[in-house]
């Protein structure tokens, strides 16, 4: 590769990449894995996100859109014949795939930073443990009796200043009389109430999650200008919760057939979660650990998990700075997320920092970016500065996923390509070129039938191009 006197590579120079040459080092990587860029019929787009889950029992509890389905983990372990041992996820959100190892008889550990995922993984655990008969009555005595309905004591919402003003008057007094009279429950009720409330806050709320931040209805009175949004049926509080008790309730009376395809409680795989960033904790596990690793981490696609959560986070009394320290250590998937200092992190980090130095492709993207923000051609100057954090993470999190796998494991990753400022983003190919350098084999890129579409804006000014839904399957050198 030629390198000119000054030791600079070629797309390091400081005349823009244009989007002709990053189509050419794009086509360049892409031939270099054709033979292993699949199109699987089997998968669909539900199976790759909340959808499947939907009717499914335990899993329908919550609503977290973010996560893969029940049935694409299963459909993993089955077709990859990953019967026994441990696997880790390090983006566990809600905990799909831990639970799902479990009932398989598979240790799963996950590692999961926003509490609102921590606070489910760990209330299903509780219910899967079994609950006490006593627990159960109160229950359904709660969604007999609605005792909050004449409850004289209040316990005013948590709010943040995102979320003021997100319930109806009537919903909101509701919800505080529910908090009151959970007080008087012993310890396991109050927290499968409070569980219970964080399932339905969306429902009853003004709000949709809708990637970036949450939309606001316009009975709420927050909207602005001539586009209104119109969320459709707001629930009443009481019908709400009283439905989700209803549904917690007739799963557990099921048994625990209905948490999958577990043979036997005493077979149920251990499940361990930690909470915090998978950047932190990851470095301080062994090598050679896991027998495979399922994951789905945040995509580059702006979205803040703060905001889109924000109502449960306010009800789990996340203050506004906890908010802002959340923000900055999740992985840099927004344009408000600082430059991460990786090398101080972990100096074991400098191979996968190189790794990413040396991506043609990706150096030409980010080259492009900077140029269009220079000339003030993006909507938001920080997107140059979240793409090249979230590269640079990953090539970390890659690396440290190839030394926690044992020898001839697997690594199962669901991941979008993304499209920013005319530039599609191989977000797989990359990815892929990373793993291979840093101790991975890349055994398939399992593509879904019809591409996703790119943003209507993205639409309106570069035209109607599909982006590639992948799941990547590396295995361990």
């Known amino acids: 590769m030629r390198i000119d006197q000054s030791g600079v590579l070629p797309w390091q120079t400081d005349k823009a990449t244009d989007l002709s040459e990053i189509a050419r080092l794009d086509q360049q990587l892409e031939r270099r894995f054709s033979d292993r860029i699949v199109l699987e019929p089997a998968l669909s787009r539900s199976l790759v996100s909340f959808q499947a889950n939907k009717s499914r029992s335990a899993y329908r509890w919550y609503k977290y859109k973010e996560g893969f389905s029940a049935a694409l983990v299963e459909y993993l372990l089955d077709r990859w014949q990953i019967v026994e041992g441990r696997i880790l996820d390090p983006f566990a959100g809600s905990g799909t795939a831990l639970f799902v190892a479990s009932d398989l008889g598979i240790d799963a550990d996950g590692i999961e930073l926003l509490p609102v995922g ?54 909101k007094a509701a919800i505080e009389r529910y908090l009151g009279a959970i007080r008087a429950e012993q310890p396991t009720v109050q927290t499968l109430l409070r569980f219970a409330l964080l399932c339905v806050l969306e429902s009853v709320s003004y709000t949709r999650k809708d990637g970036q931040y949450l939309r606001w209805d316009y009975r709420s009175g927050r909207t602005r200008g001539n586009k209104k949004f119109d969320k459709g049926v707001i629930l009443d509080f009481d019908a709400a919760i009283v439905g989700k008790l209803n549904e917690i309730l007739q799963d557990v009376s099921n048994g625990l057939s209905v948490f999958g395809n577990r043979r036997t409680k005493e077979r149920r795989g251990k499940i361990h979660l930690i909470g915090g960033s998978c950047l932190d904790i990851m470095p301080q596990m062994p090598s050679g650990t896991y027998d495979a690793i399922v994951t789905s981490p945040p995509y580059c696609n702006r979205y803040d998990y703060t905001r889109t959560y924000a109502l449960e986070l306010a009800m789990l009394g996340i203050s506004e700075a906890e908010i802002v320290d959340l923000r900055q250590r999740m992985l840099s998937c927004t344009v408000e997320n600082r430059t991460k200092n990786l090398l101080a992190m972990n100096p074991a980090w400098h191979r996968a920092i190189a790794v990413a130095d040396g991506n043609a492709l990706l150096q030409a993207i980010l080259s492009h970016l900077e140029s269009q923000r220079d000339a003030g051609d993006l909507n938001n100057s920080g997107i140059p500065r979240m793409v090249r954090g979230y590269f640079y993470e990953m090539a970390c999190m890659v690396a440290e996923a190839a030394r926690l796998l044992k020898r001839n494991a697997l690594l199962f990753m669901v991941n979008d390509n993304v499209r920013y400022a005319g530039v599609s983003i191989s977000v797989d190919l990359i990815f892929s070129a990373f793993a291979e350098q840093l101790g991975l084999d890349v055994e398939a890129i399992l593509v879904l039938p019809g591409g996703k579409g790119n943003s209507s804006q993205q639409m309106g000014q570069h035209g109607r191009e599909p982006l590639r839904k992948c799941i990547y399957v590396w295995r361990k050198q």
Not at 138 to 152: G, I
Not at 157 to 168: D, H, M, N, S, V
């Open 118 to 171: 921590q606070q489910i993984v760990r209330c299903r655990e509780m219910i899967e443990r079994g609950l006490d008969d006593n627990t159960i009555a109160r229950l359904h005595e709660w969604r007999q009796t609605r005792p909050w309905k004449s409850a004289a004591e209040r316990v005013p919402i948590a709010e943040l200043r995102i979320t003021q003003g997100a319930y109806p008057p009537e919903t």
